[in-house]
């Protein structure tokens, strides 16, 4: 059974960082690409960022390209993502993704992936 528990989700102020953590249990994390993915109010859930099994790769989405920043450590299984100069339109719940089968072809893709953490909600103030 895997599991994914994110944490790190809270209210900041516009301009301000926030770290999210995802932490992977019953599976051999290192062999799996992981994606972060996030649902805004009234909005359906969008693409955020992903990271191949080795973290030698990495894909955003055109709003947070040159903001956030997602890297693993393997060792932990936990997959990190790192936001940067926060606006109230990244208002959303956050969640971390492992997909179905190793070989990842479009990491955008929500149907690649079938675990889903509980989300963490991400608020950002003007």
């Known amino acids: 059974q895997v599991q994914l528990v994110e944490s790190g989700g809270g209210l900041v102020q516009a301009g301000g960082s926030l770290r999210l953590s995802c932490t992977a249990s019953?599976?051999?994390?290192?062999?799996?690409?992981m994606g972060w993915f996030r649902r805004a109010p009234g909005k359906e859930r969008e693409f955020v960022a992903a990271?191949?099994?080795?973290?030698?790769?990495?894909y955003y989405g055109d709003s947070v390209k040159g903001r956030f920043n997602i890297s693993r450590d393997n060792a932990e299984n936990t997959v990190y993502l790192q936001m940067n100069s926060l606006n109230p339109e990244d208002t959303a719940v956050y969640y971390c993704?492992?997909?179905?089968?190793?070989?990842?072809?479009?990491?955008?893709?929500?149907?690649?992936?079938?675990?889903w953490g509980q989300g963490t909600q991400v608020t950002v103030s003007s």
């Open positions: 993704a492992g997909p179905r089968w190793m070989g990842v072809i479009t990491y955008s893709d929500q149907g690649e992936y079938e675990f």
């Open positions: 019953g599976r051999t994390f290192s062999n799996y690409a």
């Open positions: 990271i191949n099994w080795r973290g030698s790769s990495t």
